[in-house]
């Protein structure tokens, strides 16, 4: 079949097939990225990615997709496919942390020095706090460095009722960026530079800071979203895309 769509980097094209995803040409063979098709595709070096979750039967784990449950919150059987909310498409992944266990999904990418991350996060509700403040976090991580994983350039949703910018994976640097709504999506966009250890923070667009400083030594290997923690946060994410 021919590409719908196709972008390149350096030696390698990239081509979207359609209900076949993303795939990745290097002169001799194809490897597929991801199983989803995009709408669009735009390049800014290095990996590409993108994932709506409509490619997966409804009530699985996106195993085929590449994602990892790193921890499973509050069970397996809640970190599933599900279609009750979603922007694009109709499907997004549904996620359930616990008190002091986070359901952590990650994907590992291989992700160049200066890195846009996009996700689309929808909190059911503003739960009671648990062993940290945050209900659902989208990072850059790194899984093998520290007990837990280490982060790089982050944003939380906490149980006060706002959003934060994270620049350590230890919750007091965090940076106040604005109050969020239960029930509502909110498209998170990262721009982060690892040369300059830096990272901005888009909310539905807006820049809400800049130059967010990166604290904790190392280099992330993948991407994350979490429902973290308190009591049970359920959190959908949809859309995700890293440039």
Known sequence: NNPQQMVSSATELYGA???????????STWTQVTPNTPTSMVLEGGEIFLDHFDSYPLGTFPTSGGWILRYNGAGDAYQYIDNTHSLSGQQSMHMVGSSCWSSAMYHPLNLSSQVTYEAKVFVDAIVSCGCTPSLAVVRLINPSLGEWGTAFGSVSFNCDGNIYAMQATDPT??????????????????????????????????????????????????????????????VWFDDILVQ
């Open 173 to 234: 640097s965090n940076v106040l960026l604005m109050p969020y709504n239960a029930q509502q999506w909110y498209k998170i966009k990262l721009k982060v530079n690892l040369v300059t250890r830096t990272f901005d923070v888009y909310v539905n667009d807006v820049l809400k800071g800049s130059d967010f400083q990166i604290l904790d030594s190392g280099s992330p290997t993948g991407i994350e979203v979490l429902a973290d923690h308190g009591n049970d946060p359920t």
């Open 17 to 27: 097939f359609t209900g076949g995803g993303i795939w990745k040409w290097d002169g």
